[in-house]
């Protein structure tokens, strides 16, 4: 209600002085047809002021504005990567006993283009891994999530992470598979039933971790070509993986 008041105020200051300054310019030069004149011709512009002012320049900004913005986010969406995402992947392949289908897909090359990045994902986007919750460690990974947990956390309460759907995707399936490991006393000698559900949930969190590290290699490549280079090097999926430059 006082922002409003303030515009009020502001645009009945703004239209006194234009109307002071009309009438000095009468009195002084006594020529008020030129006045009204200039005055229609200024008016009449006021519409294409408005189009290049909302549709154009607006929209520069406003792409400007998404464009940083998307580079903050990356730089969460890395850290994800750095802390947890990496060695998660890592972690969750092995509940897969077809895994190559998965793996052929992530090898990054460093002279991957765009589309080489865009193929990958529709491809992995429609494979389907075998996951069996009862084919690795369900401790293990139980043991990891505990303590990524506060930073699984502080992520999810990261109000700009709300506006990228699909990372958000990722954080809340891969929140969800920790919950249903944490509130599990004993992950041994469960029924079958809680099994296929906990593959479930391992096969959730997977299929959004993976293509969502694709997505985030593209923007590396794009933006840190030397991040890029030690993250091809550091692949998870890549069994030979090696930081040491041969």
Known sequence: MKQMRWYVTLSIVLIALSAVFYFIQVEIFHKEGDTLFYMLQDIAFVPVQVLLVTLFLNQLLSVRERRAKFKKLNMLIGTFYVEVGTELIKRLAKFSSDISSVQERMLVMTRWTDRDFAAAQAALQKTDPRIDSRGAGLGELKGFLISKRQF????????????????????????????????????????????DHLSGDIKRAFAHITVEWLSYMKHLKADYPYLFSLAVRMNPMDRNADPVLK
Not at 152 to 165: C, F, G, K, Q, Y
Not at 179 to 187: D, K, T
């Open 152 to 195: 699984l956390l502080s992520l999810l309460a990261n109000p700009n992470l709300l506006e990228h759907d699909v990372f958000t995707d990722l954080l809340w399936a891969v929140f969800h598979l920790a919950e249903e490991l944490f509130v599990r006393e004993s992950l041994e000698g469960l029924p079958k039933a809680d099994y």
